[in-house]
């Protein structure tokens, strides 16, 4: 798994924020984790949806991945809503990101488990 997978199958493949071309130095947490994860030599495999997880995978992944994201304070409207936050710019019902999504559908599918994001994280 390299980057090109992973902005392949996490970011185009479950982002709705991603931007084909624009400023591929950006990258949320669970992005970062991933490719942390494949240097390990992980072996993550996902089939199926990975945009529809459990509401206590949202929990658990939003306690230990988004408090850690880049995106957290300013840019993320999915972490400004968890934490009771309104802003102008935020949409209803935000979405996370692709690698949160990605990391979810990893976690439910039991590819990989929350030691192994404690360990990279």
Known sequence: MDKTWLIRNVCAGCC???KPGKDEELACKGFLVLG???LRNAE???NGEKKLIQDETRVRLYGILCVRCPFFKDG???AAERRGETRETAQED?????GF???????EQGSIDIQALNQVI
């Open 16 to 18: 709705s924020f991603y």
């Open 36 to 38: 942390d994860l494949a």
């Open 44 to 46: 993550i495999v996902v």
């Open 76 to 78: 993320c409207d999915f």
């Open 94 to 98: 935000a979405v996370p990101c692709g």
């Open 101 to 107: 999504l990605f990391l979810g559908a990893c976690l």
